[in-house]
């Protein structure tokens, strides 16, 4: 017999958009009229889809719809999708931390979420005295917590200021104690969202080891949610692909991904200047991009061995003199093989307010080998993240070339090649 701790039946969650509230009085009455004659809701017959790359012909959207699976205990399950499949609303009504339109959601224990920063924290409040306001909103007793704080403490590396508010704290301090007192007060059910993100490498070593822990030994059920395909391919035994706000495949793990990447192999990347999910101040954001052959040639694909350029189009918001540019490239499950950033070379650049400059990097005898690369961009300005895309600036196929010069194309299947320089020592 299989032990469901978590059932999710027919979820949907419906948006009216530009609208606070159920929008206008008529529909209110409208709703109600419905509602005495014992008929539905006469406006869940209408609405879009949850296609954010399309204008739509309704004021209501579904942001999720028919969604239904089961989570057996000590299960963990990743959730993973392209920006806007509505990942983040399924876990907030999985959370309750808003309610469905339709369906319903059963639950087999107690329930801790991550959804962001120091969910749940009072930022007056210091780090030891928000440990015990979080256990006891878990529903922990006192003694509980109390045997339990040092190893939180620990886990989360901010001994030194535990006792300061948490106000003070940055955002990796923050989702450092956040996740310590979510994983160490027990809960059945552990919810985990993209917040990991925000600490550094160790930390995110750390936490995803916590949650393999969590779920082997102490039976506990994780759903984590994450862009980083890496963390989600090592970590959890079951996927669920959301597109669209539909559950479009449920199985394993390795199965999902392959799904989730047959998507990306048809992904249509947004304009970078009409990109939303982005981070930083904005003095200098990213307008657009695109690879330049050594000709000055636009180019869509890449030989291995060719020389390159990356061009990066750059607004500038607020006259900046110390611009510093940086580009992450990724394989398919989000590994990071490579970055780089201008400061890396001592290199800085300086733009006018509300012009628009072009940036070049060249790359000489491009070393990676064949498949696809996924590159990130990211931008700061005097030391402060000036602009992050959440999203990638583009999908590179990179194809075998003839990277050693010898006039044959190498057949190694490494992810990149290296040169050595070959001689007989004296």
């Not at 969202?193 to 930390?203: H, K, Q, T, W």
């Amino acid at each position: 017999m299989k032990d469901i701790i978590l059932k999710a039946e027919n979820i949907s969650k419906q948006y009216r958009l530009g609208q606070v509230g159920t929008g206008t009085m008529a529909h209110d009455l409208n709703r109600w009229w419905h509602q005495v004659r014992g008929k539905e809701n006469p406006y869940l017959k209408i609405g879009d889809t949850n296609d954010r790359s399309t204008k739509g012909t309704s004021d209501y959207v579904w942001a999720l719809q028919d969604i239904n699976f089961e989570v057996e205990r000590g299960e963990i399950l990743g959730i993973i999708g392209k920006n806007g499949a509505g990942k983040s609303t399924l876990l907030k009504i999985l959370s309750r931390v808003t309610a469905p339109t339709t369906g319903s959601i059963k639950f087999g224990g107690r329930m801790a979420s991550l959804l962001e920063v120091g969910t749940g924290f009072n930022g007056e409040m210091t780090g030891r005295e928000n440990i015990y306001l979080n256990g006891a909103i878990l529903g922990m007793t006192k003694k509980e917590i109390k045997s339990k704080i040092d190893e939180i403490i620990d886990f989360s590396g901010c001994e030194r200021y535990i006792d300061t508010p948490v106000k003070r704290y940055s955002s990796g301090m923050y989702v450092r104690l956040a996740f310590a007192v979510a994983a160490f007060l027990e809960p059945e059910i552990l919810i985990v969202d993209e917040v990991l993100a925000v600490g550094d490498a160790e930390f995110q070593k750390k936490a995803i080891g916590k949650m393999q822990d969590i779920s082997r030994t102490g039976g506990r059920t994780v759903l984590f949610v994450s862009h980083n395909m890496a963390a989600v391919r090592s970590l959890c035994t079951r996927g669920i692909v959301l597109e669209k706000g539909k559950v479009v495949y449920d199985g394993k793990i390795g199965d999902a991904l392959n799904t989730y990447l047959t998507d990306f192999d048809n992904y249509n990347p947004t304009k970078l200047f009409e990109i939303k999910d982005r981070s930083g101040n904005g003095k200098v954001v990213f307008h657009d991009f695109y690879v330049e052959n050594q000709y000055g040639k636009r180019i869509d694909k890449i030989l291995t061995g060719d020389s390159i350029n990356f061009v990066f189009a750059l607004k500038i918001n607020k006259k900046s003199k110390k611009i510093n540019l940086g580009f992450s490239l990724h394989n398919q499950y989000e590994d990071v093989l490579s970055y780089l950033y201008s400061d890396f070379q001592d290199v800085f650049f300086t733009g006018e307010e509300q012009e628009l400059i072009e940036v070049s990097c060249a790359i000489n005898e491009f070393p990676l080998n064949n498949g696809k690369i996924i590159i990130r961009g990211r931008i700061e300005v005097d030391g402060i993240e000036s602009d992050w895309l959440k999203e990638p600036m583009a999908l590179i196929d990179i194809e075998k070339g003839d990277f050693y010069g010898t006039g044959r194309i190498s057949e190694i299947n490494t992810p990149f090649l290296i040169k050595g320089t070959w001689e007989l020592k004296d």
